[in-house]
T-cell receptor, first 112, second 110 residues
Framework: GQQLNQSPQSMFIQEGEDVSMNCTSS?????WLWYKQDPGEGPVLLIA?????ELTSNGRLTAQFGITRKDSFLNISASIPSDVGIYFC????????????FGKGTLLTVNP | NAGVTQTPKFQVLKTGQSMTLQCAQD?????MYWYRQDPGMGLRLIYY???????DKGEVPNGYNVSRLNKREFSLRLESAAPSQTSVYFC?????????FGSGTRLTVV
């Protein structure tokens, strides 16, 4: 099946620093999604990307849908302590089933 | 608040016991999904239901069954629990803006 390689696995940064994480796939996707998961909660959608080359921002978050449709990155600028959590990329080919394939996650720790 | 509700939040089972994880959504979504999350593995799809009356296997369906009771409810059943099924289980439904996840059921099989 499709696989997503997400990196890095974990990051430990100082408050105020910028963060970058990315996902690559062995096959193409039509939609890329980025989720954040807080401890004890389900993932929450941060950004959705629907077109190759698309660059989308949501506050301090910016994500891009790679031109090859096989990769995506997420940047967080000026990190704050509440950015702590696990970030997941996910891709789908869409269609009626719309199954999501998830990366293994990036654990972000922000030191105040 | 609108969303996806999962019950129970925590459960401990003995090997061989059975149980059903419940999931309900009130957003009138057609598609619902069950995932399991294990450390370092991300979320893996167990079963999904593209619409009321249909269910299909995902990536890791062995040892599980599902029922799409109506448009709102999608349950996951473990007929004979095994320690390998110790995990956090998430239910999700899909709307126009992607998946909405429940807060999870943490299951331990001893």
């Amino acid at each position: 099946g499709q696989q997503l390689n997400q990196s890095p696995q974990s990051m430990f940064i100082q408050e105020g620093e910028d963060v970058s994480m990315n996902c690559t796939s062995s096959s193409i996707f039509n939609t890329w999604l980025w989720y954040k998961q807080d401890p004890g909660e389900g993932p929450v959608l941060l950004i959705a990307l629907y077109k190759a080359g698309e660059l989308t921002s949501n506050g301090r978050l910016t994500a891009q849908f790679g031109i090859t449709r096989k990769d995506s990155f997420l940047n967080i600028s000026a990190s704050i302590p509440s950015d702590v959590g696990i970030y997941f990329c996910a891709g789908t080919l869409g269609g009626s089933n719309y199954k999501l394939t998830f990366g293994k996650g990036t654990l972000l720790t922000v030191n105040p | 608040n609108a969303g996806v509700t999962q019950t129970p939040k925590f459960q401990v089972l003995k090997t061989g016991q059975s149980m059903t994880l419940q999931c309900a959504q009130d957003m009138n979504h057609n598609s619902m999904y069950w995932y399991r999350q294990d450390p370092g593995m991300g979320l893996r799809l167990i079963y999904y239901s593209a619409s009321e009356g249909t269910t299909d296997k995902g990536e890791v369906p062995n040892g599980y069954n599902v029922s799409r009771l109506n448009k709102r409810e999608f349950s996951l059943r473990l007929e004979s629990a095994a320690p390998s099924q110790t995990s956090v289980y998430f239910c999700a439904s899909r709307g126009n803006y992607g998946y909405t996840f429940g807060s999870g059921t943490r299951l331990t099989v001893v």
